[in-house]
């Protein structure tokens, strides 16, 4: 199951990323391309660190030596949530300032709410709970001034629920067996992570650490 549950993960992160990339030059949703621009370099970096770290895994320890492929493919994906903003900057891009600016909530709603209605024919559930989460979430977000911890699993949570979006709309549609033993695991492992990071989100702010907790 892992093996194509890794291409999986890829193959929707590139649904993803290009989907964005579309709307971007068509220009008729900007609002949701603000919104999604962080979030899918966010959820795409994570997730190739995620894939590239469990590849080198299951070669156990060839994974790990220099001679094979897979531990440079894990080295070079290292750098993607550093660079073109690192991903720490981009949590607090949405949670901070995106989620206030007029029309990115309602286009994210609209988005996920499409692909719900689009894929009826299979079990939505965990992506309408996802939704749920998400919106639970952004209420406690939108109470605060300052996101603070909150921001690094708010973005994880809006990007889990995009990419549960994406991976909606391919089970409905799909036609090989392997696409809908992937969709699946995403519904059944993945969506569900999604109620912890609100709950994450909810959290009130962790007490500041003192300045000289470091010292000596
Ligand atoms: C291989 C490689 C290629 C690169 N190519 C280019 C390039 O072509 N063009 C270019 O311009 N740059 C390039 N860079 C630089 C890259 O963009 C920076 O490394 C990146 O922006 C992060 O900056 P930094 O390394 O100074 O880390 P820092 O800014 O010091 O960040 C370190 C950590 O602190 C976090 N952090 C920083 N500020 C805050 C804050 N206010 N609140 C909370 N957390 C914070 C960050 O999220 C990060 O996790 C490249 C870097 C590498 C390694």
């Known amino acids: 199951m ?5 291409a999986e993960i890829v193959t929707a992160c590139r649904a993803l990323v290009p989907r964005t990339l579309v709307d971007l030059e068509r220009g008729d949703r900007p609002a949701l391309v603000e ?7 966010a959820f795409a970096t994570e997730a190739a660190q995620e894939a590239a770290g469990l590849a080198v895994q299951v070669h156990g320890g060839y994974g790990f030596l220099r001679e094979y492929r897979v531990e440079q493919i894990a080295r070079d994906g290292r750098i993607t949530p550093i660079y073109e903003g690192t991903n720490g900057i981009q949590a607090a891009t949405l949670a901070g300032r995106l ?8 286009a994210f709603r609209a988005e996920i709410g499409d692909a719900l209605a689009a894929a009826r024919s299979i079990d939505t559930a965990p992506l309408a709970d996802a939704l749920a989460a998400w919106e639970t979430a952004t209420a406690a977000l939108l109470e605060r001034s300052f996101p603070g911890a909150a921001a690094v ?9 995009a990419f549960g979006a994406v ?7 799909a036609a090989s067996s392997r696409l809908r033993a992937a969709a699946t695991f995403v519904r059944r492992w993945m969506l569900p992570e999604a109620t912890h990071l609100a709950a994450l989100c909810c959290s009130p702010p962790l007490p500041d650490v003192p300045a000289d907790v470091f010292e000596g």
């Open 99 to 106: 989620v206030r600016q007029d029309g990115t909530l309602a």
């Open 153 to 161: 699993p708010y973005l994880r949570l809006t990007g889990l629920t």
């Open 35 to 41: 919104l999604m621009t962080p979030v899918a370099k």
């Open 167 to 173: 991976w909606a709309r391919l089970e409905a549609a």
């Open 2 to 6: 892992l093996n194509p549950v890794l």
